[in-house]
């Protein structure tokens, strides 16, 4: 069965700073990765995802993710954050054999300092 | 705004009820999947329904059951409720459930068991 680490528990910046967040996977076939975010009280909704092709994705409010494959990573970036952003970050992962579900990782909570 | 419903926004009961959440999946929408958010097990898939069948189990509990309807809404029946049951419930739904499908959420449901 696939799992996603996330191993950043809570992450915090002032605001223009740079954001990498790191996402790792288990899962030794084809997966689709995907990044959502979930704004304080609202639901989970899809910044980013990668299904095959150029390795690095670009996503909504000027997010990123590069998938390298050798390193079974996803990690999350932005050039400069703004408070905005303030959130928490889901990594999740969809493997190619069984159920559509998604995995989950456990979230990093990301707080920018105005 | 994902175009995914939920109802209600938020329930509040008593232990050994029986409640009923409600997902309307995107116009278009075929799949339509549940999740479990808690702070313990974080976001965990429940189940999924793919144009009225069942497709996929998670780990959902054998006190739990859901049904899509033809006209495709989803509802999620939680019954002899314990306190460990509280979370946040979230459904969403894709085009047809493929590998390469995107899953999109909706506000989900808050369910306070006391």
């Known amino acids: 069965a696939q799992s996603v680490s996330q191993h950043n528990h809570h992450v915090i910046l002032s605001e223009a700073a740079s954001l990498e967040l790191g996402c790792n996977y288990s899962?030794?076939?084809?997966?689709?990765l995907f990044w959502y975010v979930q704004y304080p009280g609202q639901h989970l909704q899809l910044l980013l995802k990668?299904?095959?092709?150029?390795?690095l994705v670009k996503g909504i409010k000027g997010f990123e993710a590069e998938f390298i494959k050798s390193k079974f990573s996803f990690n999350l970036r932005k050039p400069s954050v703004q408070w905005s952003d303030t959130a928490e970050y889901f990594c999740?992962?969809?493997?190619?054999?069984?159920?559509?579900?998604?995995?989950f990782g456990t979230g990093t909570r990301l707080t920018i300092i105005p | 705004d994902s175009g995914v419903t939920q109802t209600p926004k938020h329930l509040i009961t008593a232990t050994g009820q029986r409640v009923t959440l409600r997902c309307s999946p995107r116009?278009?929408?075929?799949?339509v999947y549940w999740y479990q958010q808690s702070l313990d097990q974080g976001l965990q898939f429940l189940i999924q329904?793919?144009?009225?069948?069942?497709?996929a189990k998670g780990n959902i509990l054998e006190r739990f059951s859901a049904q899509q309807f033809p006209d495709l809404h989803s509802e999620l029946n939680l019954s002899s409720l314990e306190l460990g049951d509280s979370a946040l419930y979230f459904c969403?739904?894709?085009?047809?459930?493929?590998?390469?499908?995107?899953?999109?959420f909706g506000p989900g449901t808050r369910l306070t068991v006391l």
């Open positions: 969403a739904s894709s085009v047809v459930g493929g590998f390469t499908d995107t899953q999109y």
């Open positions: 899962y030794g076939g084809t997966v689709n």
């Open positions: 999740a992962v969809k493997a190619n054999f069984g159920n559509e579900k998604l995995t």
């Open positions: 329904y793919y144009n009225g069948e069942e497709r």
């Open positions: 990668y299904f095959s092709g150029d390795p």
């Open positions: 116009s278009g929408d075929l799949s």
